[in-house]
């Protein structure tokens, strides 16, 4: 069974770079052509996508955060990050990681991570 | 706030059937399938249907799905206790060009 982890700081102070990496087991992160995606719950509010990548480093982004966001792969290590800059209180979040599936017509996220708690504070 | 509509809270007695709906527009669930998730408080989210109407392996056939138009809705029926969380629904988005999801409902098995 595919399972995933999310690690990083909990604390971030405003205008610096949230860094996140979401470690895989059970699964090599290369096999099935699945995308890695990171998914967003800020306070109060619902899930929001942030971005997903393919393991040969294909990304897609929401356009929404797409000036302050990179996501990257290892595959060596089996994990995936997430860098975002510039943060301000408005990206305290838990982050989820998650694997993206595609079937003949549609998709699902069909694994998460337990999610980390990120604050975004002075 | 959230892109997809539903209700924050649904509740039934155990035996009971309960449904949560999931409301879109066009460019979502009007165009696009939709999944329904799972959520119990401190773990991991579970798909628990994804096109529209598919049940993963090991989900029981209490759970059921369907759409019409650009809403959708989730049945649970023979409810029972630990059926108690968060569900929340998800539809690809053709403006956004990515995932959108609803705000999520409460279940709460009285």
């Known amino acids: 069974q595919v399972q995933l982890q999310e690690s990083g700081p909990g604390l971030v102070k405003p205008s610096q770079t949230l860094s996140l990496t979401c470690s895989v087991s059970?699964?090599?992160?290369?096999?099935?052509?699945?995308?890695w995606s990171w998914i967003r719950q800020r306070p109060g509010k619902g899930l929001e996508w942030i971005g997903y990548?393919?393991?040969?480093?294909?990304?897609h982004y929401n356009p929404s955060l797409l000036s302050r966001l990179s996501i990257s792969v290892d595959t060596f290590k089996n994990q995936f990050s997430l860098k975002l800059n510039s943060v301000t209180a408005a990206d305290t979040a838990v982050y989820y990681c998650a694997r993206y599936v595609t079937y003949s017509n549609g998709w699902s996220f069909d694994y998460w991570g337990l999610g980390a708690l990120v604050t975004v504070s002075s | 706030q959230s892109v997809l509509t539903q209700p924050p809270s649904a509740s039934g007695t155990p035996g009971q059937r309960v449904t949560i709906s999931c409301s879109g527009t066009?460019?979502?669930?009007?165009?696009?399938?939709v999944n329904w998730y799972r959520q119990v408080p401190g773990t991991a989210p579970k798909l628990l249907m994804y096109n529209d109407n598919q049940r993963p392996s090991g989900v029981p056939d209490r759970f059921s799905a369907s759409k019409s138009g650009a809403s959708a809705s989730l049945t649970i029926s023979g409810l029972q206790s630990e059926d108690e969380a968060d569900f929340f629904c998800a539809a690809w988005d053709d403006s956004l060009n990515g995932p959108v999801f609803g705000g999520g409902t409460k279940l709460t098995v009285l």
């Open positions: 059970g699964g090599s992160i290369i096999s099935g052509g699945h995308y």
């Open positions: 066009s460019p979502n669930i009007g165009s696009n399938t």
């Open positions: 990548i393919f393991y040969r480093g294909t990304t």
